[in-house]
Structure formats: C-alpha cells, structure tokens
C-alpha cells in the first residue's frame, strides 16, 4: 500500500509537467481507483459488461489525456476518478439505451446508499437529476458522486472536499430530499 505522501508526491511532479510522473502514478492509484471501481459498478444492474479493471484504465487513461493534469492534491484527483468512472458508465447506460432504442433499463435504487427509501430510478435519470443538482448547488452534488458513486463515507467526503463532516451530512440529507423530490416526479 502506498502512502498519501507517495501520492501527493507523484501528482505533483505530474502537475509540474513530469511526463514519467504519469507512468510511475498508476501502479500508486491503482488499489484505491480499484476500490472506486468496484464501489460504481456493485450499484450497476447484474450482468453488467463492464469490469472493475476496464472501469480503472478507461478512467485512467481519460484523466491522463489532459495536456497538463491540474490535480492540486489527492482527495482531488480521487474526486475527479470518481467524477470519471461516473460519466464513463452513463455513457455505458446511454449506448445500451440506444442499443434497446430507449428500453430495457434496469432500475438502480439509491436505498444501497441510503438516499431515497424504497425508490428506483435507472441511472441516466440519477446523472440528469444530478447535472440539475449541480447547477443549484455543487457542493452537495459533489456529496451525492461521492456517496454513491465512489463509495467513500462522510469523513472521508468531508478529508475530499476540505469541509466538516457535519456540513457533509447537512449537504447529504439535503441532496437526498432533493433528489427523492427530483425523481418522483
């Protein structure tokens, strides 16, 4: 297991435009993205064809494609990964969609994060609601992709976003009223 020191250490050379930054940072992220990935991916429908490691590189590789990576630090850069794995797995939902023409869906509950009781919604709608979110307030936006898509707890949301893990569960109460009202309708 790597240090957060090895990793601050590794994006800041990255940052600073170390092209073997980039080489030496994926064997340091791996085990977390991985841990990120399966998070994502154990709320999708079974069956799905996307594999946690495929999740990792395709996130990987569209993080790395920026000209100069500008992760301040590695709550950041995990925040961006699960931003990453996020988008490429709506993408995965809207091609299958498109694939159906529009059906076939299968329902994703929010109740395995705790969000909404009881209530389905497919994914795509959970990516709308959130971009909507998002425009209203980003912060708990943020709160819900790293709830329920990384995974991660409200501690280690609050170490991400620089706040208080009271303000995270304000922000995360919120967000799920919102989105229960959001999805209902």
Known sequence: M?????????????????ATALDAL???????LKRLARAAL???RPGHTLQPTALVHEAYLRLVAQAV???PGRAYFFSLAASMMRRILVNHA????????????????????????????????????LEV?????ERQAQ???????AGLEIDDIAAVLG???????????????WLGRELAA
């Open 94 to 129: 809207r091609d299958r969609a498109a694939q159906k023409r529009g059906g076939g869906l299968a329902p994703l509950t929010l109740s395995q994060a705790e969000a909404v009781a009881g209530q389905d919604i497919d994914l795509l709608a959970l990516h709308e609601a």
């Open 69 to 71: 990576p500008d992760w």
């Open 26 to 32: 994926f064997p340091v992220v791996y085990e977390e």
């Open 133 to 137: 979110l998002a425009g209203l307030d």
């Open 2 to 18: 790597h240090s957060v020191e090895d990793i601050t250490q590794q994006l800041g050379a990255a940052r600073a435009g170390d």
């Open 42 to 44: 154990q709320r999708e």
């Open 143 to 149: 709160v819900v992709e790293l709830k329920f898509f």
């Open 163 to 177: 706040i208080s893990p009271a303000t995270v569960r304000r922000d995360w109460s919120l967000a799920r009223l």
